[in-house]
């Protein structure tokens, strides 16, 4: 099980995270995705859900037409950990 | 251009469509699915995301895990129309 980032890590991660930020109120981190059009936000999608499900770590998001807008946090650990980090890196690199 | 349902036709769509409502403050039905796991409910957000892509008529919709909030109007329509009603059925039968 991953551990909770503390505050200065978890500042550490966001600066190399372009266009992430951290939900008012919770221990989350959040971006909008905006695509061309449905096939292109869907196909993002898809992507992002083969790799979120062998990674065993899923996002919580919502897509209207070409616009998807994602949020990350780790339940189990109460908090923001490396795995956020990572599917988002991963979500910044399929989105091109 | 699908006609915006009158009252009375959007009464009569809602009671043969199961677990649908109305969107309180908005002209729109919303429904939530519940499935076995990710694997199902994203396995199923792709059967009806290629459905709709087809129909050229999308949902809104949000996914955390197993569960899948939907939304649909028709935004040209500035309402429900028959595209909404085909959409919702076609849902309904996808998730068996």
Redesign the interface.
């Known amino acids: 099980m991953p551990k909770r980032l503390g505050a200065e890590a978890r500042n550490e991660a966001l600066v190399t995270l372009t266009g992430w930020r951290l939900v008012e109120g919770r221990e989350a981190i959040t971006k909008r995705f905006i695509f061309r059009d ?2 292109e936000a ?1 196909g993002w ?2 992507r992002v ?1 083969l790799l ?2 062998k990674m065993d770590h ?1 996002p ?6 070409k616009t998807v807008e994602v949020t990350l946090a780790t339940h189990d650990a109460g908090g923001l950990t490396e795995l956020d980090v990572k599917l988002a890196r991963a979500m910044d690199t399929l989105a091109g």
Chains 1, 2 share one sequence.
């Open positions: 449905f096939n869907f999608m898809t859900a979120a499900e899923h919580e998001w919502s897509n209207v037409y």
